[in-house]
């Protein structure tokens, strides 16, 4: 086994798992934590878009290898990451501060954007699964 596909799978086992920790426990320990909402919702939308960007690492990795083409629950995943990043925060942000945007609350938005990084967790699974079944 290659260096380069021994560091792809570390990378995205730690990926997979990390996702799964920030949303079951980490974000959740922040919000209890922490007394000011404002300032725990900056921290998890911080490591939210670290977890973005740690996949895109682990989509470079898949790219490099011969073998790219069983990386298709990451790259899943790490597109569901993109779109909530680059383009529901944004949204999300505009309506926290204008009270809505496009038509929906922060609230309606946070629920997408929720459900995008719950959606990128399953893939991450059924990547995970497809891996360890090969």
């Keep these: 086994m ?32 922490q007394s000011d909402r404002h300032v725990a919702g900056l921290l998890a939308a911080r490591l939210f878009s670290i977890e973005t960007y740690v996949g895109l690492g682990a989509v470079l990795l898949a790219v490099l290898l011969p073998d790219r083409g069983h990386f298709k629950w990451g790259y899943v995943a790490a597109v ?8 529901l925060k944004p949204i999300m942000d505009a309506a926290h501060l204008h009270g809505s945007a496009a038509g929906l609350t922060f609230g309606a938005w946070h629920g997408a954007s929720a459900a995008l990084y719950l959606l990128a967790c399953v893939a991450m699974v059924a990547q995970i699964w497809k891996d360890g079944v090969r």
């Design 80 to 87: 569901l990451l993109a779109v909530d990043q680059w383009i």
């Design 2 to 33: 290659s260096v380069l596909r021994s560091v792809y799978r570390v990378l995205t086992v730690l990926w997979a798992g990390s996702l799964w920790s920030l949303a079951a426990w980490v974000a959740p320990t922040l919000f209890t934590a």
